[in-house]
């Protein structure tokens, strides 16, 4: 791994990107790093929680490189370029069905990818100088891509998620956590720390409990209604309390 460096602190596992010269932008070889790290969690049952963060670089993340992998995508056959769209917009659908939480720490700039990145976690944690762009619409495509038009209007509402899906402006730090996308605004160098002492709280419970909640959220996010959601919250705590009259 070079462009993405995972690393393990017990229980706690950290994502770094790592391309600061291109402001943690993703090309072809990033996709397939990230997408390795993110399969192997799913069956990795010693890795409660997971840390991402953008390392050196200047930003969290510039989202697509745009002198490389942007413009190969540009000049495939309409299926190849589909298939290439399809297999980066998967990325985000498989950090919600990895069973650890992710904790992301997010610095500078989070465009295009980089702020679905952000908002395929499930924490927050923002520097002082954070901001977020739906680049999509600013390059001339649409401006729902990426998960972006799944999260963003469940995460701060539709009224403000469609103002910056539509515009491709800015989100600074201070209007995420007005609007409820960020769990926190901290110094940049205490993201990391921020970070691992939430995770580390979480070791410390059940792990069935946290892989469950993950599950339970990530369901009654598109359940029918309060019912199904009342079903999925009942299977899921029967099924922890079982688990632990067995051991």
Excluded at 105 to 117: T, V
Aim: charged content about 25%; glycine content about 8%; overall charge neutral.
């Amino acid at each position: 791994m070079e462009n993405v460096i995972f690393s393990r602190d017990g229980k706690i596992g950290r994502i770094t990107l790592n391309r600061p010269s291109k402001y943690n932008a993703f090309d072809l070889k990033t996709v397939l790093e990230f997408e390795e790290i993110l399969n192997k969690l799913k069956y990795d049952d010693e890795i409660i929680v997971v840390i991402l963060d953008g390392g050196d670089a200047k930003g969290f993340c510039a989202g697509l490189d745009m002198e490389s992998y942007g413009p190969e995508i540009f000049e495939m056959s309409p299926i190849k370029a589909y298939k290439a769209q399809a297999h980066m917009s998967r990325m985000f659908l498989t950090m919600r069905q990895i069973p650890q939480p992710v904790i992301s720490c997010i610095h500078g700039a989070a465009a295009g990818i980089g702020f679905s990145l952000a908002m395929a976690s499930d924490i927050r944690i923002l520097a002082e100088n954070a901001r977020f762009c739906a680049a999509y619409i600013n390059i001339g495509l649409g401006g729902a891509d990426m998960a972006s038009s799944y999260f963003l209007p469940r995460l701060i509402g539709s009224g403000r998620a469609n103002e910056f899906l539509l515009t491709g402006n800015w989100m600074d730090a201070k209007t995420a956590m007005a609007l409820g996308f960020g769990s926190r605004v901290v110094e940049k160098d205490q993201m990391v720390e921020t970070a691992m002492a939430l995770a580390k709280t979480m070791t410390e419970k059940n792990p069935m409990g946290i892989r469950m909640t993950k599950e339970a959220i990530n369901c009654n996010l598109d359940c029918a209604g309060l019912e199904a959601a009342l079903q999925i919250e009942d299977r899921n705590q029967m099924m922890i309390a079982y688990t632990l009259r067995m051991k």
